[in-house]
Protein backbone atom coordinates (compact mmCIF):
# COMPACT_ATOMS: atom_id res chain seq x y z
CA UNK A 1 0.00 0.00 0.00
CA UNK A 2 1.57 3.33 -0.96
CA UNK A 3 -0.02 6.46 0.64
CA UNK A 4 -0.52 9.98 -1.43
CA UNK A 5 1.80 12.44 0.30
CA UNK A 6 0.71 15.54 -1.79
CA UNK A 7 3.33 17.92 -3.72
CA UNK A 8 5.95 18.28 -2.29
CA UNK A 9 9.61 19.37 -2.53
CA UNK A 10 11.35 16.64 -1.25
CA UNK A 11 13.86 14.01 -2.86
CA UNK A 12 15.81 11.36 -0.54
CA UNK A 13 18.74 12.33 0.15
CA UNK A 14 20.00 15.71 -1.16
CA UNK A 15 23.62 16.83 -0.85
CA UNK A 16 24.71 20.24 1.08
CA UNK A 17 27.48 22.21 -0.07
CA UNK A 18 28.37 26.00 0.88
CA UNK A 19 27.64 27.87 -2.34
CA UNK A 20 30.12 30.81 -2.39
CA UNK A 21 30.56 34.04 -4.49
CA UNK A 22 31.76 37.33 -3.63
CA UNK A 23 35.44 37.95 -4.04
CA UNK A 24 38.52 36.64 -1.72
CA UNK A 25 37.68 40.73 0.36
CA UNK A 26 34.42 40.18 0.34
CA UNK A 27 32.91 36.90 -0.10
CA UNK A 28 29.64 35.31 1.21
CA UNK A 29 27.97 31.60 1.26
CA UNK A 30 24.82 29.66 1.58
CA UNK A 31 24.33 26.22 2.76
CA UNK A 32 22.20 24.72 -0.66
CA UNK A 33 20.71 21.70 -0.83
CA UNK A 34 18.43 22.09 -4.02
CA UNK A 35 21.47 21.57 -6.43
CA UNK A 36 22.53 18.90 -9.31
CA UNK A 37 24.27 18.03 -12.07
CA UNK A 38 22.54 19.80 -15.13
CA UNK A 39 24.83 18.41 -18.20
CA UNK A 40 27.92 17.09 -19.50
CA UNK A 41 29.03 18.49 -22.17
CA UNK A 42 30.06 21.51 -20.91
CA UNK A 43 29.45 20.32 -17.38
CA UNK A 44 26.88 22.55 -15.77
CA UNK A 45 25.43 23.32 -11.96
CA UNK A 46 21.67 23.89 -11.60
CA UNK A 47 20.69 24.89 -8.03
CA UNK A 48 17.39 26.29 -6.46
CA UNK A 49 18.17 29.80 -4.48
CA UNK A 50 15.83 31.75 -2.92
CA UNK A 51 15.24 35.63 -4.28
CA UNK A 52 16.18 37.14 -1.03
CA UNK A 53 19.69 35.31 -0.66
CA UNK A 54 22.55 37.32 -0.34
CA UNK A 55 24.68 34.90 -1.85
CA UNK A 56 22.42 35.09 -4.88
CA UNK A 57 22.78 39.24 -5.38
CA UNK A 58 26.73 38.65 -5.01
CA UNK A 59 26.35 35.62 -8.32
CA UNK A 60 24.56 38.24 -9.76
CA UNK A 61 27.10 40.70 -9.85
CA UNK A 62 30.31 38.65 -10.78
CA UNK A 63 28.58 36.24 -12.72
CA UNK A 64 30.43 33.56 -10.85
CA UNK A 65 30.34 30.86 -7.35
CA UNK A 66 31.77 27.95 -6.41
CA UNK A 67 30.23 24.84 -4.53
CA UNK A 68 31.91 23.27 -1.40
CA UNK A 69 31.52 19.94 -0.07
CA UNK A 70 31.65 19.93 3.25
CA UNK A 71 32.85 16.75 5.67
CA UNK A 72 29.64 14.98 7.53
CA UNK A 73 31.70 15.96 10.97
CA UNK A 74 31.36 19.94 10.21
CA UNK A 75 27.73 19.87 9.57
CA UNK A 76 27.27 22.64 12.57
CA UNK A 77 29.29 24.95 10.39
CA UNK A 78 27.38 23.73 7.73
CA UNK A 79 24.01 24.22 9.34
CA UNK A 80 25.31 28.39 10.61
CA UNK A 81 25.37 29.16 6.98
CA UNK A 82 22.18 28.28 6.36
CA UNK A 83 20.61 29.76 9.64
CA UNK A 84 22.24 33.42 9.22
CA UNK A 85 22.38 35.38 6.07
CA UNK A 86 24.99 37.38 4.64
CA UNK A 87 22.62 40.37 4.66
CA UNK A 88 23.51 41.24 8.24
CA UNK A 89 26.50 38.89 9.12
CA UNK A 90 30.15 38.31 7.97
CA UNK A 91 29.72 34.41 8.30
CA UNK A 92 33.55 33.82 7.37
CA UNK A 93 34.69 35.94 10.37
CA UNK A 94 32.00 34.37 13.13
CA UNK A 95 33.00 30.94 11.66
CA UNK A 96 35.95 31.12 11.90
CA UNK A 97 36.29 29.42 8.35
CA UNK A 98 38.46 30.68 5.64
CA UNK A 99 38.39 31.04 1.70
CA UNK A 100 41.14 30.54 -0.38
CA UNK A 101 41.78 31.64 -3.96
CA UNK A 102 40.22 29.96 -7.30
CA UNK A 103 41.88 29.08 -9.95
CA UNK A 104 39.94 30.42 -12.68
CA UNK A 105 37.09 32.65 -11.18
CA UNK A 106 36.78 35.58 -8.43
CA UNK A 107 34.57 33.77 -5.91
CA UNK A 108 36.92 32.05 -3.39
CA UNK A 109 37.26 28.19 -2.28
CA UNK A 110 35.77 27.30 1.32
CA UNK A 111 39.82 25.79 2.69
CA UNK A 112 37.94 23.59 5.29
CA UNK A 113 35.84 21.69 2.35
CA UNK A 114 37.65 18.93 0.40
CA UNK A 115 36.36 19.18 -2.84
CA UNK A 116 35.45 22.12 -4.88
CA UNK A 117 33.79 23.37 -8.47
CA UNK A 118 34.47 26.73 -9.40
CA UNK A 119 31.20 28.06 -11.81
CA UNK A 120 30.79 30.56 -14.32
CA UNK A 121 26.85 31.87 -14.59
CA UNK A 122 25.42 30.72 -17.88
CA UNK A 123 21.58 31.30 -17.63
CA UNK A 124 18.70 32.11 -14.91
CA UNK A 125 15.24 30.62 -14.86
CA UNK A 126 12.81 32.22 -12.68
CA UNK A 127 10.72 29.81 -10.96
CA UNK A 128 8.52 31.54 -8.47
CA UNK A 129 9.85 31.13 -5.42
CA UNK A 130 13.44 30.37 -6.62
CA UNK A 131 15.66 31.32 -8.86
CA UNK A 132 17.22 28.32 -11.04
CA UNK A 133 20.97 29.25 -11.35
CA UNK A 134 22.88 27.51 -14.13
CA UNK A 135 26.39 27.38 -14.14
CA UNK A 136 29.44 25.98 -16.55
CA UNK A 137 32.04 23.95 -13.96
CA UNK A 138 35.16 25.75 -15.63
CA UNK A 139 37.44 23.95 -12.61
CA UNK A 140 37.61 21.82 -10.06
CA UNK A 141 39.71 20.73 -6.92
CA UNK A 142 40.17 18.25 -4.39
CA UNK A 143 42.36 18.08 -1.37
CA UNK A 144 45.22 14.61 -1.78
CA UNK A 145 44.08 12.98 1.26
CA UNK A 146 40.43 12.71 -0.41
CA UNK A 147 42.41 10.99 -3.71
CA UNK A 148 42.59 7.41 -4.37
CA UNK A 149 45.60 6.26 -6.10
CA UNK A 150 44.26 6.45 -9.33
CA UNK A 151 43.76 10.41 -8.09
CA UNK A 152 39.81 9.93 -8.34
CA UNK A 153 37.56 11.09 -5.20
CA UNK A 154 37.51 7.99 -2.69
CA UNK A 155 33.48 8.59 -1.19
CA UNK A 156 34.56 7.05 1.81
CA UNK A 157 37.49 9.80 2.31
CA UNK A 158 34.85 12.65 1.43
CA UNK A 159 32.43 11.44 3.59
CA UNK A 160 30.34 14.28 2.69
CA UNK A 161 27.77 15.87 4.46
CA UNK A 162 24.07 14.57 3.43
CA UNK A 163 20.82 16.37 4.08
CA UNK A 164 17.05 14.61 4.76
CA UNK A 165 14.43 17.03 3.68
CA UNK A 166 11.46 16.40 5.61
CA UNK A 167 12.89 15.26 8.95
CA UNK A 168 15.76 18.42 8.45
CA UNK A 169 18.38 16.05 9.32
CA UNK A 170 22.13 15.74 8.51
CA UNK A 171 23.59 12.45 7.65
CA UNK A 172 26.59 10.56 6.40
CA UNK A 173 26.44 8.21 3.47
CA UNK A 174 26.29 4.19 4.40
CA UNK A 175 28.25 1.48 2.63
CA UNK A 176 28.76 0.35 -0.92
CA UNK A 177 26.06 -1.69 -2.35
CA UNK A 178 26.55 -2.40 -6.01
CA UNK A 179 28.72 -1.36 -8.48
CA UNK A 180 26.96 1.24 -10.87
CA UNK A 181 26.91 0.22 -14.85
CA UNK A 182 28.00 -3.02 -14.25
CA UNK A 183 25.15 -4.90 -11.50
CA UNK A 184 22.39 -4.32 -13.61
CA UNK A 185 23.96 -6.85 -16.36
CA UNK A 186 22.84 -9.89 -14.04
CA UNK A 187 18.91 -8.34 -14.62
CA UNK A 188 19.61 -7.73 -18.54
CA UNK A 189 17.71 -10.48 -20.24
CA UNK A 190 19.38 -10.50 -23.51
C1 LIG B 1 20.21 22.32 5.10
C2 LIG B 1 19.89 23.62 4.40
C3 LIG B 1 19.69 23.64 3.04
C4 LIG B 1 19.37 24.83 2.38
N1 LIG B 1 19.19 24.82 1.02
C5 LIG B 1 18.88 25.98 0.39
C6 LIG B 1 18.69 26.01 -1.02
O1 LIG B 1 18.84 25.00 -1.71
N2 LIG B 1 18.36 27.20 -1.60
C7 LIG B 1 18.22 28.36 -0.88
O2 LIG B 1 17.92 29.42 -1.45
N3 LIG B 1 18.39 28.36 0.47
C8 LIG B 1 18.74 27.21 1.10
N4 LIG B 1 18.91 27.19 2.45
C9 LIG B 1 18.75 28.45 3.21
C10 LIG B 1 19.97 29.37 3.10
O3 LIG B 1 21.18 28.65 3.28
C11 LIG B 1 19.83 30.46 4.18
O4 LIG B 1 18.65 31.21 3.98
C12 LIG B 1 21.03 31.38 4.27
O5 LIG B 1 20.93 32.10 5.47
C13 LIG B 1 21.12 32.36 3.11
O6 LIG B 1 22.30 33.09 3.25
P1 LIG B 1 22.64 34.38 2.39
O7 LIG B 1 21.47 35.34 2.49
O8 LIG B 1 23.88 34.91 3.07
O9 LIG B 1 22.90 33.96 0.98
C14 LIG B 1 19.24 26.03 3.12
C15 LIG B 1 19.46 26.01 4.51
C16 LIG B 1 19.77 24.82 5.15
C17 LIG B 1 20.00 24.82 6.65
Not at 135 to 158: F, K, R
Request: hydrophobic share 40%.
Amino acid sequence: MKRALGPNDRLYPMPCPLVVSGTMAHADALACAWIAVGGATPPTIVMALRKSRRTLELIRQTGEFTVNIPRASDAAVVDYFGLVSGHNHDKFAESGWTLEPAAVVSAPLVAECPYNLECRVLSEVDNGSHVLVIGQIVESHAEESVLDENGNVDVELLDPLIYINGSREYRRLGEKVADAFTAGTSVKRA
